[in-house]
């Protein structure tokens, strides 16, 4: 299993949305998802099943009691299972992170079948997110477009050098309003600072695109490809997962 998490230390800066796009793009594809929602929020857990202290009490070091729900995608080659999470997660905050890396890496032995694993932790600066940090291969670190859109990233990347967490594998522009030149100038931006992924690069050369559809989809509590398969993000997600996809052949080459 590759795990990657997703980390902007921005909130509301497409962590969630990106979780769920690519778990599904990667099912879609046939793959195996274990989704692990590790914001006290709960906000992936409440979009694709419902919360519950499943990864609490993981990280309280229970990885026998492993509850996994599945989500409905109405029908795809492969599945999204979630580790989910609620308001009880906020206590395991109070941890060391290097605690909560290793309980983390314990559940990633403990769960066979899967192809890759799906992090999305919380904005805040705290354990739970330098511990994911930590366990992860690869780091996916979405930008909002908009005035300060670099700020986040720049101290996400300051995070993960200061704590020797991880790495970044890879960045891109999401909630593109192509019709504003400030939008459509942040996927040039990544890419001019990080370079392509497809030439050694940290910046993918997929931007998601503002989609109303998406954020009806997260009200509808479906996954966006399941509620409305022709939306715009459902193709950006998937060139994004491609890339993605890509990267990973070409690191093994
Ligand atoms: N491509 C998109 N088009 C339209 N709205 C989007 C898009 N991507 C994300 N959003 C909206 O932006 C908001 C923030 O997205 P999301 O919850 O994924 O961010 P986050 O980084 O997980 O936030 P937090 O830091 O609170 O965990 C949500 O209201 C979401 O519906
Ligand atoms: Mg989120």
Redesign the pocket.
């Known amino acids: 299993m590759i795990v990657y998490t997703?980390a902007?230390l921005?909130?509301?800066?497409?962590?969630?949305?990106?979780?769920?796009s690519i778990a599904e793009a990667l099912a879609r594809e046939g793959y195996n998802v274990l989704a692990v929602d590790l914001?006290p929020?709960g906000?992936l857990s409440r979009w694709l099943v419902t919360r519950s202290g499943a990864v609490t009490s993981l990280l309280r070091g229970d990885v026998d009691g492993m509850s996994l729900q599945t989500a409905d995608l109405g029908g795809a080659a492969g599945r999204i299972d979630v580790l989910a999470a609620d308001r009880s997660l906020v206590e395991m905050d109070d941890l060391r992170a290097t605690k909560i890396s290793s309980r983390l890496k314990r559940v990633w032995d403990a769960s066979a079948g899967y192809d890759y694993g799906l992090v999305?932790p919380?904005?805040s600066v705290g354990a739970l997110v330098i511990g994911a940090l930590m366990a992860s291969d690869g780091i996916l670190s979405?930008v909002?477009a908009g005035p300060g859109a670099m700020d986040g990233l720049k101290d996400t990347i300051e995070l993960i050098d200061d704590t020797d967490a991880g790495s970044l594998t890879g960045t891109f522009a999401?909630?593109?309003d192509r019709r504003t030149t400030l939008d459509k100038s942040i996927r040039g931006g990544l890419l001019q600072e990080f370079g392509p992924v497809d030439s050694g690069g940290q910046a993918f050369r997929t931007q998601?695109?503002?989609?109303?559809a998406?954020?009806e989809a997260?009200t509808a509590y479906e996954p966006p490809g399941l509620y409305k398969p022709n939306m715009s993000?459902v193709s950006?997600y998937a060139d994004l997962t491609t890339e993605l996809l890509n990267l990973e052949t070409q690191k093994h080459e």
């Open positions: 997703f902007n921005k909130g509301g800066s497409c962590k969630t949305t990106s979780a769920v914001d929020q906000s999305d919380p904005p979405p909002e999401c909630r593109v998601i695109r503002e989609a109303v998406l954020r997260r993000t950006d």
